[in-house]
């Protein structure tokens, strides 16, 4: 297949796989919703040890995998991460 025939399946914001001439900019782990760089180390690792792959997803965006309900990754995300835990945390009702 050509490069210009060449399509990739991506995930919209609605969470549903679609067919993109673009590849994907963010990558991302369909069953812990944690998205990240597509050169994250943790995730590069984990492809390594034999796992992940299965369950990888990959988004246009980064703001098209927030509106899917995926989080930062805490690897190469960490300043991106910690805003998005700060936001939960703030989120919980009390518990006084």
Do not use: N
Not at 11 to 40: F, N, T
Not at 52 to 60: C, E, T
Not at 72 to 91: I, L, N, Y
Request: aromatic letters at 10%.
């Amino acid at each position: 297949m050509s490069d210009a025939t060449r399509t990739y399946t991506l995930l919209g914001a609605d969470g549903l796989p679609y067919q993109s001439a673009v590849k994907g900019l963010w990558g991302g782990h369909r069953c812990s919703k944690i998205y990240g760089r597509l050169d994250c180390p943790a995730a590069l690792r984990a492809i390594a040890d034999g796992g992940y792959v299965r369950h990888r997803v990959f988004f246009a965006d980064e703001a098209t995998a927030i509106a899917a309900g995926f989080r930062p990754c805490g690897a190469c995300c960490r300043d991106r991460f910690q805003q998005w835990k700060s936001s939960q945390q703030e989120d919980r009702p009390s518990t006084s």
